[in-house]
């Protein structure tokens, strides 16, 4: 059975920074294309990175791209989001995501089959 969990979510000023896990089981992160996502209320999930299965490729929405970077460690099978600088806008509930058979770099939801329940991200003014 496949489990993602994320941890590291919580209240953060502007400015400020948050690392994020997602710790998988039931699955290696080396064969897996990875990513997160977030969701603010009332808007629709979006793509904030991705790493290929290689893990040699990664890409980044705009709106975060400088600010955040995504990284797994093999050793713990734990892939993480590293967040500075951040925004209100960053507000939302990040997911991480495991794509089964995909091996490049994939940056749309129904590219990835295994999914966590998430972690509140809030940033203050």
């Known amino acids: 059975q496949v489990t993602l969990v994320e941890s590291g979510g919580g209240l953060v000023q502007a400015g400020g920074s948050l690392r994020l896990s997602c710790a998988a089981s039931?699955?290696?992160?080396?064969?897996?294309?990875m990513g997160w996502f977030r969701q603010a209320p009332g808007k629709e999930r979006e793509f904030v990175t991705a790493m290929g299965r290689s893990g040699t490729r990664t890409r980044y929405a705009d709106s975060v791209k400088g600010r955040f970077t995504i990284s797994r460690e093999h050793s713990d099978n734990t892939m993480y989001l590293q967040m500075n600088s951040l925004k209100r806008e960053d507000t939302a509930v990040y997911y991480c995501a495991a794509s089964g058979p995909a091996y490049g770099v994939q940056t749309t939801p129904d590219a990835y089959g295994y999914w966590g329940h998430g972690t509140q991200v809030t940033v203050s003014s």
């Open positions: 039931g699955l290696s992160l080396s064969e897996f294309a």
